[in-house]
């Protein structure tokens, strides 16, 4: 029987927002040489990470979110460590015309806009019982109709005459109706329909559109609200096939992959990267409403 994967075949990261101090390259160095990426999300968690690998691979991004003092943070941090430029924007993904504004400057900043990561989203367990309309409505804003938003707008000011790329983050929650995840699984299935109409619509002006479907990813505040630290210590991640949860990294070098001219000639496509866990793990409700039952009285 195959060993397992060790520690030691992972790649570099770190659980807290800040870039990593050594890094091994598994693609060329220049990949991504002098293109550009437009991040939204990009001021923590995956996010984050993303940005610091694309960077690393002759990329400059703009990271964009709501909270400009984060932002001007991880710009600053990213930029020590890579040597690539990174402007971060102030935008509301909700809101177009903030999108178009944070786009210009872009343009004016940096000249063109090559990769688009729509990685802004909004998640937390609930029952749909507990769940307020405004809650659901929120959730599906954040994370549906701000992709729709963002990819519009960057479509429609670059892609559209230039082509390019979009990663879309979603997740497998939708898969099997997960237990507390009634507004996030509804969110991202509607993304992952939204990636194959916008593939089929904007392939013939050179823009691939894919998606990313990350599992349980340590080091992120979604990892934290979502249970992870407690799944992991009661062991509750050996039921994964790779018996673990992911990293940063990993998922950002999943994006590289679609990003990129390494995968060329895929477009319309989600890729699953959860070590397998949608497949096997328990969708355990009475678990999940334990976790949700301990947090709210926590946090009152």
């Not at 460590?81 to 909700?94: E, M, S």
């Not at 769940?131 to 109709?145: G, R």
Request: aromatic letters at 6%.
């Amino acid at each position: 029987m195959a060993q397992p994967q060790r520690v030691g075949d992972l790649p570099e990261d770190v659980d807290t927002d800040d870039c990593m101090t050594s890094y091994t390259h598994i693609y060329s160095p220049d990949l991504l040489k002098d293109q550009v990426a437009f991040i939204t999300g990009g001021g923590s968690g995956i996010g984050l990470r993303i940005a610091e690998i694309l960077m690393r691979h002759g990329c400059d991004t703009v990271i964009a979110s709501r909270n400009q003092d984060k932002l001007r943070e991880a710009a600053n941090k990213l930029t020590a460590a890579t040597g690539r430029r990174c402007l971060p924007l102030c935008i509301d993904v909700r809101q177009p015309e903030t999108i178009g504004a944070a786009v210009d400057d872009t343009l004016k900043e940096l000249g063109r806009i090559d990769i688009l990561i729509n990685n802004a989203a909004g998640n937390f367990l609930c029952p749909a019982t507990s769940l307020s309309f405004n809650a659901f409505k929120t959730v599906m804003e954040i994370d549906t109709m701000g992709t729709f938003n963002t990819s519009k707008v960057v479509y429609e000011k670059w892609l559209k005459d230039h082509g390019g790329s979009i990663v879309n983050i979603s997740a497998t929650l939708g898969y099997r109706g997960q237990g507390l995840q009634v507004h996030a699984g509804s969110a991202k299935a509607a993304n992952d329909a939204m990636t194959k109409h916008l593939a089929v619509e904007w392939g013939p002006s050179g823009v691939r559109v894919n998606t990313l479907a990350p599992g349980p990813i340590s080091g992120t505040e979604g990892f934290r609200r979502l249970g992870g630290p407690r799944g992991e210590t009661s062991g509750a991640f050996q039921s994964i096939p790779l018996q673990r949860a992911g990293n940063k990294t990993e998922m950002a070098h999943s994006v590289l992959f679609l990003a990129s001219r390494a995968s060329s000639y895929v477009t319309g496509a989600i890729l699953v990267a959860d070590g397998g866990s949608w497949l096997t793990s328990a969708n355990d409700v009475s678990m999940l409403l334990g976790h949700w039952s301990s947090e709210m009285k926590r946090n009152k």
